[in-house]
T-cell receptor, first 114, second 108 residues
């Protein structure tokens, strides 16, 4: 039933570990995104994929690597986790890249790096 | 300068009151504008798009002033369920830029 789903919902891990967050949307959308919301509550775009192609790659460390196996999935792999990576990561999708297209967000993954 | 700036609040208002707040954006070439709502520890959800002529959706009215680069949201007849953080969002070149949010608390 859920339009945009993410797993896991909570992730607690040690510095230096590698972890992945998965995202799936069942809306038939072409475009998917990853956002990071830090402790100051700012939501910042990290990546955007349209039809499995990378469209936006903000100034994100290359420890973060998105992978889109198909249009319905956009996973985020993070290598060598650092304390500053602790945040809530939201996946989102939209029907396309039109400026008026609504983005639908997943429930978020709360990542805590110890 | 942040791309989107908002008064963080909080705005504490009684039920039935009217509350209004603004945000400003820095990129004059921004193409579309939205208000999203985010409840505590939840995902953002679209509240309404904002059009140049201003638009209403029930008790919510949004205005856009392109010349001054600000967007406003007015909530009439506040309900307890309106308590949330309201995010001002601006779209430029396929990217949404979010403000940090304005927190509204409606009390009984």
């Amino acid at each position: 039933d859920t339009a945009v789903s993410q797993t896991p919902k909570y992730l607690v891990t040690q510095m230096g570990n590698d972890k992945s967050i998965k995202c799936e949307q069942n809306l038939g959308h072409d475009t998917m995104y990853w956002y990071k919301q830090d402790s100051k509550k700012f939501l910042k775009i990290m990546f955007s994929y349209n039809n499995k192609e990378l469209i936006i790659n903000e100034t994100v460390p290359n420890r973060f690597s998105p992978k889109s196996p198909d249009k319905a999935h956009l996973n985020l792999h993070i290598n060598s986790l650092e304390l500053g990576d602790s945040a809530v990561y939201f996946c989102a999708s939209s029907s396309g890249l039109a400026v008026t297209d609504t983005q639908y967000f997943g429930p978020g993954t709360r990542l805590t790096v110890l | 300068r942040k791309e989107v700036e908002q008064d963080p609040g909080p705005f504490n208002v009684p039920e039935g009151a009217t509350v209004a707040f603004n945000c400003t954006y820095s990129n004059s070439a921004s193409q579309s504008f939205f208000w999203y709502r985010q409840d505590c520890r939840k995902e953002p959800k679209l509240l309404m798009s904002v059009y140049s002529s201003g638009n209403e959706d029930g008790r919510f009215t949004a205005q856009l002033n392109r010349a001054s680069q600000y967007i406003s949201l007015l909530i009439r007849d506040s309900k307890l369920s309106d308590s949330a953080t309201y995010l001002c969002v601006v779209n430029h070149d396929y990217k949404l830029s979010f403000g940090a949010g304005t927190t509204v608390t409606v009390r009984a």
